[in-house]
């Protein structure tokens, strides 16, 4: 009975402490600047549902990538000012209610033309290397695939129309 308390006890220790060391675990992407703002009664309105995401990044010639939760366009870049971390940003309505923002690069590949997809059922997917991360309740973590790290995380401010994405 002492055996099985004490390898019980010791278990426990071990779950405990290796959760705590993923937390503090901090994503390799580079830092880079990141500001910019959407409006979320118009060109973001896909993140009026749960699940909806919006992702952008910059392209060659002042042309900007736009994908609203499936809807893909390349539009000229007029947002002067905007910068768009390493490899661009996705915003992300989980299902908890929160907005949450990411650089769109993989922490495994950290290339920045290998982005992550995101996925209206909490997912992002790389292509590249397979890894899945959960976007939808558990900030980023990979739940498959070969990445140890979080996606890089940005900070959400929201006012009433506008959502504000800066680091």
């Known amino acids: 009975m002492r055996a099985m308390m004490r390898a019980l006890c ?13 937390v ?11 500001y910019m703002s959407v409006n979320l009664m118009n060109e973001a309105i896909c ?29 000229y870049n007029n947002r002067y000012g905007e910068r768009y971390g390493f490899s661009g940003v996705a915003i992300y309505h989980t299902f908890d209610g929160r907005f949450v923002a990411y650089d769109l690069c993989c922490p495994h590949e950290l290339h ?7 996925s209206m059922d909490g997912t992002a997917r790389c292509d590249s290397c397979g890894t899945v991360y959960n976007i939808g309740f ?30």
């Open 10 to 22: 010791i278990a426990f220790a071990v779950l405990v402490l290796g959760a705590c060391e993923r």
């Open 24 to 34: 503090n675990v901090k994503s390799p992407v580079l830092d880079m600047p990141v």
């Open 47 to 75: 993140l009026d549902i749960l699940g909806g995401y919006y992702e952008i990044y910059p392209m060659a010639d002042n042309r900007i990538h736009v994908n609203r939760s499936g809807q893909e366009e390349v539009l």
């Open 112 to 118: 920045e033309n290998v982005r992550i997809r995101c």
């Open 138 to 167: 558990q900030n980023g973590w990979p739940t498959s695939g070969p990445s140890q790290y979080p996606l890089k995380e940005y900070r959400v401010v929201q006012s009433v129309n506008e959502i504000m994405v800066m680091n």
